[in-house]
């Protein structure tokens, strides 16, 4: 199995459609920021040890609130994130895992986080090789994130992780759109630090992108 590229994953715009609790927040918050530390500035051991510890520390987020499909989305996401951290035949587990999750979120609340379960699958769907390994399949693909964009047109993850997907089909032109639509978003207040990244990993693909289109 080739290794899960997840980096960049995800997906979360911050103000979520539906109401969302105090302390549930403060519990997603506090979720969030430490999935931007093992995400992007940990390696090797490091981040192994940091998505263990995160992924239990999301499981008891699901369990405290069940009905709340923020969780469930960030349960998935963290879990998706171990997997591509992880890589190889060890990863499928976390990948599958991953994929119930977000697939319970949408089942309470589609809509939550601006529709960031389905761009979340969307990703794995994009990323897990296909059967009989995996799941994966890019038209499946395609179809959740078009879903996501339905709820969130201008998001940065969904219109980057879109972008990356159509660069990966050769549809260059339409990624740099997506993309454009991502560096436009700018940097939330909320996230500045996944956004710092995300932004950087959306000028590189840019510039990959423009090489493409002058050929």
Known sequence: MKKFNLVSYFI??????????ADEQSDLLAIQQQWAVANYELKDDAQI???TALSEQSSEFTKHYP????????????????????GGLGALG???????????????????????????????YSKVPGWPIG????DTADKFFKQALAFNKKGIDT??????FLYDERQYKQAKAHLLVAQAAGIRDTRPKADKYRQRAISQLLAKVDKKLKR
């Open 94 to 124: 976390y990948a599958k895992d991953a994929k119930a999750s977000l697939e319970q979120a949408l089942k309470i609340d589609d809509s939550a986080l601006g529709g960031s379960a389905y761009a979340s699958l969307a990703t794995l």
């Open 67 to 86: 009905d709340s499909a923020n969780s469930y989305t960030w349960n998935g996401i963290v879990l998706a994130s171990f997997a591509g951290a992880k």
């Open 159 to 164: 219109n980057y992780l879109y972008g990356e």
């Open 49 to 51: 040890k940091a998505f």
């Open 12 to 21: 979360v715009a911050c103000v979520s459609s539906s109401p969302v609790l």
């Open 135 to 138: 799941f994966g399949d890019d």
